[in-house]
């Protein structure tokens, strides 16, 4: 019963910051890489930004300088702080996880609903 719970999403002006948070609820044994995707009408689902179990991180090209990916292990979330917002960041946002229920014994991919966020005027 492990579900990634999204939340911070909404709308906000060019320039401005919002930030996403996620957290693994259920029993889970350990958590590898999380991430942020996002998908706007019309394009693919694409990376946004990960970071591995320890501080390593990847952001895509369209993103870097202007957001921030972090997470606290001790309470399984993951953040995305999004800075310096531009109507091409419009998308529904989806948090990833590699983790590990307990029930399991392989890593399994997880995905969270989805939050929409909204850069306009």
């Known amino acids: 019963q492990v579900q990634l719970v999204e939340s911070g999403g909404g709308l906000v002006q060019p320039g401005g910051s919002l930030r996403l948070s996620c957290a693994a609820t259920g029993s889970v044994v350990n958590i590898n890489t999380m991430g942020w995707y996002r998908q706007a009408p019309g394009k693919e689902r694409g990376l946004v930004a990960t970071?591995?179990?320890?501080?390593?991180?990847n952001y895509a090209d369209s993103v870097k300088g202007r957001f921030t990916i972090s997470r606290d292990n001790a309470k399984n979330t993951v953040y995305l702080q999004m800075n310096s917002l531009k109507p091409e960041d419009t998308a529904v946002y989806y948090c990833n996880a590699l983790l590990r229920p307990s029930t399991s014994l392989r890593y399994d991919n997880y995905w969270g609903q989805g939050t929409q966020v909204t850069v306009s005027s």
């Open positions: 970071i591995t179990s320890g501080i390593w991180t």
